[in-house]
């Protein structure tokens, strides 16, 4: 197994969003939006693909990823040629790489208990999700139902794993782990959905955060599940521009792909 020493390796320059509640100059409340530069070593930080699947039960949510995927690629491409840990986490599919180096290499760090939760506000979503797929149904995408197995099988085969150096995992406390075991100080997060699996995933924004490991949202290469027939009656993609800045109001801050591909 690799070694567990902190390397030091090229830096990233980044710039991150967060939005905050202050008084303006005539004392109403507004949300105000900051960036922040930050600095990030890549052999210290990680790159999570949450629930990239090659199938979904919502064709429009298929379609939306189709056209972030090469752009995905690119971040992971370059992430890794940085150091970068490349973390694939396709949740419901472990069998499908069980006995692979990268999921091995996961199941042979040796466990590291995860901390007690830090307590944290937990405030509604701005949009309502109860009917998530705006293309459904179709003869393709059946409404799922209990007891309907998952249609989707992997990770959309245009990510490339590699088996020498990435990891695969959808549990938390697997990659708490490996994360102290590799001394990584920031996780970076892309994938689907915005408003389920990126927050609620027990790998995802709002675990990570209540176990005090930084992360952050990619804004520019995620999705939502959001039906515009739902509250607040808006389009897909606001839908999915309210929950990123939610994402940043009350949990962790974003940032662009560009930071990531662009040599600064």
Not at 92 to 119: H, K, N, Q, S, W
Not at 140 to 152: K, L, R
Request: overall charge negative; aromatic content about 8%; some cysteine.
């Amino acid at each position: 197994m690799e070694t567990a020493e902190p390397r030091v390796g090229p830096r990233l320059s980044v710039r991150l969003r967060e939005q905050n509640l202050v008084q303006n100059r005539s004392g109403y409340a507004v949300w105000q939006v900051e960036e922040t530069q930050r600095v990030l070593d890549a052999p210290k930080t990680a790159l999570l693909l949450c629930d990239v699947w090659n199938r979904h039960t919502c064709r429009g949510a298929e379609e939306r990823l189709e056209r972030l995927l090469p752009r995905m690629q690119q971040v992971v491409t370059a992430m890794r040629r940085r150091g970068a840990l490349i973390v694939h986490a396709p949740s419901d599919t472990m069998d499908f790489y069980a006995g692979t180096p990268a999921r091995e290499r996961v199941l042979d760090c040796p466990r590291i208990a995860t901390p007690e939760d830090l307590a944290h506000d937990d405030p509604v979503l701005p949009v309502d999700q109860a009917d998530p797929c705006d293309t459904c149904p179709d003869e393709e995408h059946p409404v799922f139902e209990t007891g309907m197995p998952w249609p989707w099988t992997r990770q959309h085969p245009a990510i490339e794993i590699d088996q020498a150096r990435d990891v695969i995992s959808c549990q938390g406390a697997e990659l708490w782990s490996y994360y102290r075991y590799r001394g990584i100080e920031q996780v970076l997060i892309m994938g689907v959905h915005t408003g389920m699996c990126i927050l609620r995933r027990t790998f995802s924004i709002k675990q990570m955060t209540r176990w005090g490991l930084p992360i952050a949202l990619i804004r520019d290469l995620t999705d939502a599940l959001y039906h515009p027939s739902k509250p607040p009656y808006v389009s897909h993609e606001e839908g999915t521009r309210l929950i990123v800045e939610y994402i940043e109001k009350f949990w962790c801050p974003t940032l662009t792909s560009d930071d990531l591909v662009v040599e600064r």
